[in-house]
């Protein structure tokens, strides 16, 4: 208790905004700590001061800290750290952006799924981040009755999974520009995912598939690096 737990916990989130932003002056990080962090008032006292808290300080800077199963329910940008969550974050709403801001999020041998849509959530935006050591890095799946429309999966470094992006019933959405590189699997597609654009991304390196297409509907993905940086296509 007391400066004894206090001054590491300091000591860690002055750490994070210069890592956040390695130009600010240990001034500068001073009276943001004064600024942003919530008041707190001594009932001995009755004086008031700030007790820093980390997710409170980076809200008000304007991005969000990932949790382990975090709910992703309106539009969210990561700070832009590397967070250990093994199960991941989910998209829970339609029209919901998830710009990861260049965070990385960091699974646990290979299980759970990194960034999942499971209930065929539409129009949601995934972009900006690096998933690694999932089962799935990003998984997007609807249903024969409710596919997930309208997806847009792009600008993400996807490496080190069992699959790196797993979709299914996944219709009208756009995969471009990613890094699907070093997994087991590259991109999988499965049941009725149809009318996609899959273009400009990387799929070098993974062991097993560039791309899997499991389903008995032709698809156009020639337009994407396979096997090596300098050949573009089949």
């Given amino acids: ?37 919530p008041k707190v008032i001594d009932s001995g006292n009755g004086i008031s001061s700030a007790r820093v808290d980390a997710k409170a300080l980076f809200g008000f800077l304007g991005c969000d800290m990932a949790e382990n199963g975090m709910s992703i329910k309106s539009n969210t940008e990561f700070c832009k ?3 250990n969550i093994p199960s991941g974050v989910k998209i ?23 960034i999942s849509n499971l209930g065929g959530k539409d129009n949601v935006e995934i972009t900006n981040c690096n998933v690694k050591d999932y089962d799935k890095g990003i ?19 996807i490496n080190n999974n069992n699959f790196g992006l797993f979709v299914k019933n996944f219709n009208s959405g756009f ?17 009725e995912s149809r009318g996609n654009d899959i273009t400009n ?18 698809i156009d993905a020639l337009s994407n690096w396979w096997g090596s940086k300098y050949k573009l296509g089949i």
Avoid: W
């Fill in 139 to 157: 998984s997007a799946m609807g249903s024969n009755v409710n596919p997930a429309l309208g997806n847009n999966i792009n600008n993400n470094i």
């Fill in 201 to 218: 991304n990387d799929l070098v390196r993974n062991s097993q598939s560039a791309l899997k297409n499991n389903q008995n509907i032709d």
């Fill in 1 to 37: 208790s007391g400066t004894s737990a206090a001054a590491p916990h300091v000591a860690g989130i002055i750490a994070l905004i210069k890592q956040y932003d390695s130009t600010l002056s240990v001034t500068e990080i001073v009276d943001m700590l004064k600024t942003y962090s």
């Fill in 175 to 191: 995969i471009n520009g990613n890094s699907i590189t070093n997994n087991l699997n590259g991109i999988v597609l499965e049941l």
């Fill in 92 to 114: 829970e709403n339609d029209n919901v952006v998830l710009d990861c801001n260049g965070a990385i999020l960091q699974g646990s041998n290979k299980a759970g799924i990194g």
């Fill in 81 to 83: 750290f590397s967070y």
